[in-house]
């Protein structure tokens, strides 16, 4: 069993990253993370305590963020769940603009969903694709309860 985590740009791929570090601890399970960001993932401040495999994308040219995301898990028959982290949109950003983390979230391959707020507002349930299901929750909550402790709303 692992937990998957990708991490984007920006402070929701940081927020990930830590809820990431956070479940892996919580399962004491290893940790796959699929790095999305256009340069090489830092691995200097990560934990030494835990077993940790990078993901590296070559740059922009390489195959489309959520295709790597999926061709990682359905490479890897262990993964226990997904973390993304994720920010507010409005409605219509969300159609107009879409993301990553909207799009992982929407994929259907049965692998729970876990996504983190990297606002830092309180999350919502997110039904997602009806498999396996998907919660919401800020970073503060992922640090406090784990994710196996219930749903925010």
């Known amino acids: 069993m692992s937990v998957m985590t990708a991490i984007a740009e920006g402070s929701e791929g940081d927020h990930a990253l830590a809820a990431g570090i956070t479940e892996t601890r919580l399962l004491g399970t290893d940790l796959v993370l699929v790095n999305l960001r256009l340069q090489p993932l830092d691995d ?22 959520v295709d790597a995301v999926l061709a990682e898990i359905d ?47 309180r999350g919502s349930p997110d039904t997602g694709s009806g498999r396996g299901g998907s919660s919401v ?17």
Do not use: W
């Open 137 to 153: 929750m800020t970073a503060t909550e992922v640090e406090l309860s784990g994710f196996d402790h219930g749903v925010s709303g």
């Open 44 to 65: 200097s401040s990560l934990p030494d305590d835990l077993e940790i495999t990078i993901v590296e994308r070559n740059g922009p040219s390489d195959r489309d963020p």
């Open 75 to 121: 490479a890897r028959s262990n993964i226990h769940r997904l973390i993304i982290g994720m920010r507010r949109r409005s409605p219509v950003g969300k159609a107009l603009l879409g993301s990553i983390s909207q799009r992982l979230l929407g994929a259907s391959d049965g692998t729970p969903r876990y996504c983190v707020d990297a606002a830092g507002g």
